[in-house]
């Protein structure tokens, strides 16, 4: 009996053999089937795809490069899932060779994924031939006018500007200014920081620079979101003044936020086709903040030929947006310089075909490095010199383009370019190591002028200079706008290009009350006061001999040019003064007593 069970007993285990051949049966099942390998595989691929898409943020437009990358990246994914799935592990003791493999994989795709492939294939083939025909080698007319110039006259169509319109500041000058009022803000500064992502526009009738403010950090992002950004900074381009204007409600949609609200996804989720150049922040002319987001179009085959067609305006605050086929007057920035600066390359370099544009090279010219902006008409243009193809040290002229018609004029001026114009100046401050900011275009008394606000090393502006294009050897330096506008005409004027009569004068006369003197940089300057009159005149004794001489009570003409308005007139130099009558000898004592005792 008890030999019967331990037999029963040996029977119910398996042998070794019997257990390692269930193994080996178990390692070589088969694999998913085929519809299950296809659904999992699709499912893969949807994950895959809408996880790419949410950052990536691809248009779903043929025109559109990162659509082709989209698509491809589709194909190699669903295809890779149904091959993972599918192919069975081969025996231990089963040896392929690499034909072999090929060839199993050959027939796994004509079995399972052979419209994706060809999908995949004719992806790779289309981006290629659209690559192809919209080279400029072949489509060099289309590309030439894509931006049309016109010609136009410097001075008549650029009129002298107001000193109110004169922007004083660079980008990095402003964004400094307004990084530094964040952090007068108490209730702000801990919770969020500036931007630096302004934008050049005219607000009211004024060059300002405006930008919002983002999150600190990711927890500040998160404690905060509820509620929006409270604010956004505007920096005077003029007076260089920085304000943080607070809103009523803040604003909920900027790039500072990481998901559904940042501004590219709320917008490509808005407008799934559309391609957009980077959206700039701008205000209206009643301070509610907008985001400009200009739309992308190719006009040359299938990826060329890059130009911008309306915009898409999204309201910061609640997000609602609109596209524009004609944007608002109050939008100033649709065409980006970058984008006006490589059309124009286009029209300068293929003028007369591409084979020229290579080896002849005849009439070919291209912009210079670097742009800056002017304020004229309630619009804002972007300026640019225009040089040869060698690129020399000399200008042929340049660019004027209206950002948002992208209306463009060139301006025959030759003359320095803006580099060499900037070492110029920069020459004449050396041992203050001031840096030369890009140069601004003004229309100084007919002639093109180069404006260069001059900075220290803590990007504060604490000079100026106004440099000839036509003979940048004339260079002026003045702590004011006005002032070196006037010793800048005064130059021109020397030099002969002028007449004396460009500066405004005007001429005053009185009896003298007041003298004061006073010693500046080696020079003696007396201060006049006329009766009647709360101004002082300062009048440089090396200039003019006789106000050595001057006494209280003798009766003078003096000749200036207008200040500027709001701007002290004893500042100014380049008077002419002249004696109309002298006072009476016995005054003389009195005079000198009094003119002791207030010096």
Known sequence: ?????????????????????????????????????????LLITAVTGFAYFYVSLPAINPQSGDFYSFLALL???????????????????????PAEKLKEWFQFVKRSCLPVVILFAAVVVVAIVGQIISMPIFRAS?????????????????????????????????????????????????????????TQINYQG????????????????????????????????????????????????????????????????????????????????????????PRVVKRIGLFGGTDIQGAVLVDAVTGESQYYEEVPNWVDTLCVPELIMQQYDYHGTLINGFINSVLGQRDVTKTTDGYNYIAMN???????????????????????????TKETHFYTAPGATEQAARASAMGVVQDLGYTATFPLLLNIAGEPTYFIPLKDAANLVKTYAMVNVARY???????????CERKYIQML???????????????????????????????SVYFIRLSGNDVFYAVSAA???????????????????????????????????????RAPVQNYSTSTAQRDNLT
């Not at 194909?75 to 040896?95: G, H, I, R, W």
Request: one cysteine or more; proline letters at 5%; glycine letters at 6%.
């Open 1 to 41: 009996m008890l030999y019967r069970k331990l037999w029963e007993q040996t029977e119910s285990v398996p042998s070794a053999r019997e257990e390692n051949f269930t193994l080996k049966e178990k390692k070589n099942r088969k694999p998913m089937g085929r519809a299950g390998s296809l659904l999992v595989s």
């Open 75 to 97: 194909c190699v994914v669903y295809t890779v899932s149904v091959f993972a799935l599918s192919v069975q592990k081969p025996a231990d003791n089963v040896v392929r060779t």
């Open 142 to 198: 289309a590309y030439r006018d894509l931006l049309t110039v016109q010609t136009g006259d410097f001075a008549t169509d650029i009129a002298e500007i107001s000193f109110s319109e004169i922007p004083t500041l660079d980008r990095a000058s402003a964004e400094y200014l307004g990084d530094r009022q964040m952090g007068t803000l108490s209730d702000m500064v801990s919770q969020f920081e500036y931007s630096g992502d302004s």
């Open 206 to 293: 004024r060059p300002v620079r405006v930008a919002p403010i983002a999150y600190a950090d990711l927890i500040k992002w998160f404690t905060n979101r509820g509620n929006g950004l409270p604010a956004y900074v505007v920096v005077d381009m003029v007076t260089q003044e920085a304000t943080v204007t607070r809103l009523s409600e803040g604003m909920k949609y900027s790039f500072s936020e990481p998901l559904n609200r940042n501004i590219m996804r709320h917008l490509r989720f808005r407008y799934p086709t559309m391609m957009f150049a980077t959206p700039e922040f701008e205000i209206n002319e009643e301070g509610h903040p907008f985001w400009v987001a």
């Open 378 to 404: 309630d619009d804002v243009y972007v300026y640019t010199g225009v040089t040869s193809a060698n690129a020399d040290q000399s200008n042929l002229g340049f660019l004027l383009c209206n950002m948002r």
């Open 473 to 483: 050897d004339i260079v002026a330096i003045g702590d004011t706008v006005p002032a």
């Open 493 to 523: 004027s020397d030099k002969g290009i002028t007449t004396p009569e460009e500066l405004p004068q005007t001429e005053v006369t009185g009896r003298v009350a007041e003298i004061r003197t006073a010693v500046m940089d080696g020079n």
């Open 543 to 581: 200039q003019n001999r006789d106000v050595v001489t001057l006494n209280v009570g003798d009766t003078v003409s003096i000749e200036h040019a207008v200040p500027a308005e709001g701007e002290t007139v004893s500042i100014l130099d380049g008077y002419t003064l002249t004696v109309k009558s």
